[in-house]
């Protein structure tokens, strides 16, 4: 494994992150606690030390499994939570950015952590006008203050968001989750270079873009009814993704090369990329996802 300073926070994470939403059952799959023990199992032993999680991956559900699996070595971990949303059923949120919600996300995901600071807290995927929510911002630098926060960062609900991104100086926040991917490169316009100018951290985040980029998937392809992917794109736009994705795997991917590695350390070729955080199913994914770093 290899490691990167994530911006300013002095904070050494591994280049490859476990994202954590499958862990709320919205994948269309339910975890147990074996389940996700044997994920991080497989964390450690690739040396990845990042794991990014929400509030709403459940209503703190993904937190639980997380803060259960790595209490015995937590000091080891970076953990990276979100906040600004109330789970109520899958794919189902209400928004909650007032300070006084936050204020009680933030001790709920502590507890349910298992901990007593989160390393990276992240405003999640909002509006520019709730981001500007009266006494928010002044909340969190006052947990800052006490130690339950050590840093703050802002996950783009747009990936083309300058204004949020520029607005990360004037909030003390540190770094930028952003969409970024091979098929999806609209941040290197501009979100990218104000991060690199600013010295903020980047976690790519649907860095396989949503499996597209996994090398199960050729042309013509069609998901499984059931799958959240088929409401996420139209037909149309699922048949021009897998057309690209196989000129892709044609013309830039590496004979014999996994191309999901190789897509993960594509992104880890630019220079603004602090780390990517990919989904992960199983240990085996994990292990796969941890080899990017043999194409970078």
């Not at 997380?66 to 000091?75: A, L, T, Y």
């Not at 009814?225 to 196989?246: C, F, G, I, S």
């Not at 996994?258 to 292990?287: E, F, H, Y």
Request: glycine fraction near 8%.
């Amino acid at each position: 494994m290899q490691y990167r300073t994530l911006g300013s926070t002095g904070l050494k994470v591994s280049v490859v992150g476990v994202g954590t939403w499958q862990f709320g059952g919205e994948w269309g799959r339910t975890y147990t606690q074996p389940e996700a023990d044997a994920i991080f199992d497989a964390a450690r032993e690739t040396g990845i030390n990042l794991i990014d999680t929400a509030e709403c991956y459940g209503d703190h559900t993904s937190e639980r499994f997380i803060g259960e699996s790595i209490k015995r070595d937590r000091e080891k971990w970076i953990v990276a939570t979100k906040f600004g949303h109330k789970f109520h059923e899958n794919f189902t949120r209400d928004d909650i950015v007032d300070p006084g919600g936050v204020l009680k996300q933030l001790e709920d995901s502590l507890r349910a952590l298992q901990t007593d600071y989160i390393d990276l807290y992240q405003f999640h995927s909002h509006s520019d006008e709730l981001f500007q929510t009266e006494g928010l911002w002044e909340m969190l630098a006052k947990e800052k203050e006490k130690g339950k926060i050590r840093h703050l960062g802002i996950s783009l609900r747009s990936n083309t968001n300058l204004w949020q991104t520029e607005q990360a100086k004037v909030v003390d926040a540190e770094a930028i989750q952003v969409v970024y991917n091979r098929l999806d490169r609209a941040p290197e316009a501009e979100v990218l270079p104000c991060c690199e100018k600013n010295d903020l951290g980047v976690l790519a985040r649907v860095p396989l873009a949503s499996g597209y980029l996994s090398g199960k998937y050729k042309a013509g392809a069609k998901f499984p009814a059931n799958d959240v992917r088929n409401a996420w794109h139209t037909d149309e736009q699922r048949e021009k993704a897998l057309a690209e994705v196989e000129k892709i795997r044609a013309e830039e991917v590496p004979e014999g090369a996994d191309m999901a590695s190789w897509a993960l350390a594509w992104c880890l070729r630019n220079p603004a990329v602090t780390t990517v955080i990919p989904g992960c199913k199983d240990p085996a994914q994990v292990k796969s996802n941890a080899a990017a770093v043999e194409h970078m």
